[in-house]
């Protein structure tokens, strides 16, 4: 691997890093949002919300940071990049005190202290976040929360 393509892969990780400590640490979608490419996609799977386009998807990084649940916790399991792709397997936890409508649409908050599984997987264009896919353990979730 060339010292490039290193350098490569650092900024493409930063750049993702740096979104990602703002929507899910204090909650501010503006380290995300400065980041976004032009006719960026961003799906939360298996609810599909998101959006695409810088509009749509700042709309929906505003409504995820208003409905985070207290106490959230982001733990990195892993990661895998390249020059252009961040993949990190993460682990939430946090306390289900509000409706997550972009993770479990329609269920009351249930007061229980959760965490899930989630994949996501990060395309970088170019310095930009082109492509964001979260693949959320709804199932596991589901399970823990006894919800069928």
């Keep these: 691997m ?5 350098t490569l892969m650092r900024d493409v990780a930063r750049i993702w890093d740096g979104a990602a400590a703002g929507l899910y640490g204090p909650g501010d979608p503006g380290p995300a949002v400065d980041v976004l490419a032009e006719g960026v996609v961003w799906t939360e799977l298996p609810t599909g919300a998101g959006g695409t386009g810088r509009d749509a998807v700042t ?6 940071t208003a409905t985070l649940p207290g106490e959230l916790t982001r733990t990195r399991l892993s990661r ?3 020059v252009r ?3 990190d397997e993460v682990r939430f936890g946090f306390v289900h005190d509000r ?6 649409p ?3 908050p249930t007061g229980r202290r959760v965490e899930v599984l989630a994949v996501q997987l990060v395309r970088i264009r170019q310095g930009r976040i082109d492509e964001v896919r979260t ?5 596991g979730l589901r399970d823990t929360l006894n919800l069928r």
């Design 2 to 6: 060339t010292p490039a393509m290193q």
């Design 59 to 64: 709309g929906h990084l505003s409504a995820l």
């Design 80 to 82: 895998t990049v390249d």
């Design 85 to 87: 792709r961040v993949v």
């Design 99 to 104: 409706e997550l409508p972009w993770l479990l």
């Design 106 to 108: 329609g269920v009351a």
């Design 135 to 139: 693949l959320w353990d709804v199932a």
